[in-house]
């Protein structure tokens, strides 16, 4: 886990700190501390257990043509529309988000992400010609071939969308699953799981294991043929160093430190409504949350006083207790705890609160939304993720020292640029170093799969949707076979003088000097 140590500041908190069993999982309400459930944990022996079942049923259903597997996926599909009112209330209920970003941000991706990849499976997993432009006598292709079982370890900022869209996109592939929950979130992947076998798909085709590192960890070890792994950057290495001791793929999704940057010319009703968004959607616990601001110093005010003017608006509360709320609990108290390190660090330096900055009194994990300028680069809240509700502004001279203060950073997920200039938007947004950049817009594109979401330098490896995404859930084979049968192609059996003369004046013939 990501984060800093427990606090006990409040019932919730103290609940949360209570020491937990070593054999099962309990599970309270961020939002309240009630208790939701308790969860048997599985050690390294049902790990193992769980992948030779997902092992068993692959094998048969990677025979069921692609069409098929693809009809039984939106099967599954259904059974989440049909649901989808249950399961935001269980993401209300165990991760604290408000039920319009359970729908929103979670299921709504979910739906169409299995859509998408389910009715273009069959022709983007469909043998690939290669035009060869010199062994004109030969024809190549690839043709792709399920891995096997596919290892989905996650973390609980989004229980129910990462693990959901990977297990689809899995099966359709012709793979297994087994997802590893987050040990604080992990009863919603349960009810997924029920629906999954309702729906009629292989039931041992999807499998959950749950746990704490161990669990995950056991996971990798387990004969998996390929890791899915979203979570911090620590945990990541540990897995891609495991992965890379037992030679299987691995996918790392991991964590962000999201720069904006606002141009002198920007709307500022458009950029102040999507910062607030971008800043505290999900309590701000979102890898592609705007963590850092950097604006120019002719709209910085303007832009903090309409900021101001729509956070002050926000309705903080628990999301299930019937009544509309904007910004709900945060999951973890333990991210928590770490946002309070962080404000305060930053306050001591030098940062100026304008608003929030402090632990909402009271029952539940709530960090009320928080708006800070006069941030530095060197504070610790300009550098490190804070995965929480808080909005760091730092004024600048140039659009060229936001891009530089913007890439000075180890992490390259998403990235955004506000300008109401298309052309120069791109062009700053080209030269960001981040796996995906929006301009005046933020965090939208995970909701749409054509498109990949991969982080750059510590903010992950490979990537997850888009095309290539899926294909990536092969193993990619290539076949090279005759068009021409020849009795012996010319670099063949026996050499001599002569094929050397004839090869060297076909060398010099084909690729001339210029
Ligand atoms: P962690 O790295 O702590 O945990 C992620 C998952 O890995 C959990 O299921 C965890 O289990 C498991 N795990 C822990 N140790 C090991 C191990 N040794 N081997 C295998 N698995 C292990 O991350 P968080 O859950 O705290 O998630 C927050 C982070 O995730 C943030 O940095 C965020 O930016 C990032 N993230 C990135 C996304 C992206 O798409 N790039 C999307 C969402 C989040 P357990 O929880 O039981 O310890």
Redesign the pocket.
């Given at each position: 886990?990501?984060?800093a140590s427990t606090s006990t500041s409040t019932p919730a908190a103290a609940a949360a700190a209570a020491p937990e069993p070593e054999s099962r999982l309990v599970v309270r309400a961020p939002a309240t501390g009630a208790l939701l459930g308790e969860v048997a944990i599985d050690d390294a022996a049902a790990v193992r257990a769980k992948v030779a079942a997902a092992r068993a049923a692959q094998l048969q259903w990677a025979h069921t043509p692609l069409a098929e597997r693809a009809r039984r996926v939106l099967g599954f599909r259904d059974v989440l529309v049909r649901s989808a009112r249950e399961l935001a209330g269980a993401l209300e209920r165990e991760n604290g988000k408000t039920r319009v970003e359970a729908l929103a941000m979670e299921l709504t991706p979910s739906i169409d992400a299995i859509t998408y990849f389910a009715r273009r499976a069959e022709q983007l997993l469909a043998p690939q010609p290669i035009p060869l432009h010199l062994y004109k006598h030969r024809k190549s292709y690839l043709h792709f071939v399920p891995r096997g079982v596919v290892g989905v370890?996650?973390?609980?900022?989004?229980p129910l969308s990462?693990p959901t869209i990977e297990a689809a996109m899995a099966a359709l592939a012709g793979n297994a699953a087994v997802v590893?929950?987050?040990?604080?979130t992990p009863l919603v992947m349960l009810e997924v799981k029920r629906l999954w076998d309702a729906s009629g798909m292989p039931p041992d085709l999807l499998q959950i294991v749950n746990?704490?590192?161990a669990?995950?960890?056991a996971?990798?070890e387990a004969g998996i043929d390929m890791c899915i792994?979203?979570?911090?950057?620590?945990?990541?290495r540990?897995?891609a160093a495991?992965c890379g001791e037992r030679l299987i793929p691995c996918v790392l999704?991991?964590?962000?430190k999201a720069p904006a940057i606002v141009c002198a010319d920007a709307d500022l009703e458009r950029t102040a409504n999507a910062l607030v968004w971008g800043a505290f959607a999900n309590s701000g616990q979102?890898?592609a949350s705007v963590e850092r601001v950097y604006v120019h110093a002719s709209v910085h005010d303007e832009l903090c006083s309409r900021i101001l003017a729509k956070t002050r608006k926000l309705r903080q509360g628990d999301p299930a207790a019937g009544g509309d709320v904007d910004v709900g609990a945060m999951t973890?108290e333990r991210?928590l705890t770490h946002v309070e390190e962080l404000v305060a660090r930053a306050q001591a330096a030098g940062a100026k609160i304008l608003l929030g900055g402090r632990r909402r009194p009271g029952v539940g994990q709530f960090y009320e939304p928080t708006v800070l300028t006069d941030c530095k680069q060197d504070m610790d809240i300009m550098r490190r993720?804070i995965?929480g509700p808080v909005l760091p502004i730092m004024k600048v001279d140039s659009e060229e020292q936001a891009l530089s203060l913007a890439n000075d950073s180890q992490l390259g997920?998403l990235g955004y640029v506000f300008t109401r200039d298309k052309k120069k938007g791109r062009r700053l947004a080209e030269r960001l170093e981040a796996g995906t950049v929006m301009v005046n817009d933020v965090l939208a594109t995970f909701g749409a799969p054509e498109t990949p979401?991969a982080?750059l330098k510590q903010?992950?490896l490979g990537r997850?949707h888009s095309d290539d995404g899926l294909r990536d859930m092969c193993q990619t084979r290539h076949v090279n076979h005759d068009r021409l049968a020849l009795a012996r192609d010319p670099w063949w059996y026996p050499y001599s003088q002569k094929v050397f003369e004839r090869s060297l004046k076909l060398l010099r013939l084909l690729y001339r000097p210029r």
């Open positions: 886990m990501s984060a370890i996650s973390a609980w900022n989004f990462i590893k929950p987050s040990e604080v746990g704490r590192g669990t995950g960890a996971l990798v792994f979203t979570g911090s950057t620590a945990t990541g540990r897995v495991a999704e991991l964590g962000g979102v890898c973890w991210q993720e995965f997920l979401w982080g903010s992950g997850t």
